[in-house]
């Protein structure tokens, strides 16, 4: 399960005002038209982070969904270890 709060670069605690700040700079950085110098993997890498940034910008911005959201995070389990540390590790590399 991928953590909205860390791809967006705040805390659990973090007010909508934060978030929404996080969002827009993060967008701003990812978005294809501030890419014109990019090779094309740079690009793919960038919309790939964008489209992430959009999801997790979605959740969080609603109370309800944000809700939902933490109470399914805390409530995890890892049934399969492997597949949450590639996540992991693709999250960071």
Do not use: C
Not at 5 to 31: P, T
Not at 33 to 61: F, G, H, P, W
């Amino acid at each position: 399960m991928i953590n909205h709060f860390s791809v967006l670069g705040v805390k659990a605690n973090a007010k909508d005002d934060e978030i929404k700040k996080a969002y827009k700079r993060l967008s701003n950085k990812y978005h294809p038209d501030k890419l014109l110098n990019a090779s094309e993997e740079e690009k793919q890498q960038a919309a790939t982070l964008l489209q992430r940034i959009q999801n997790a910008y979605e959740v969080l911005s609603s109370p309800k969904s944000r809700k939902a959201f933490i109470r399914d995070f805390n409530n995890v389990i890892v049934n399969d270890p492997t597949a949450a540390m590639k996540e992991l590790w693709d999250g960071y590399y």
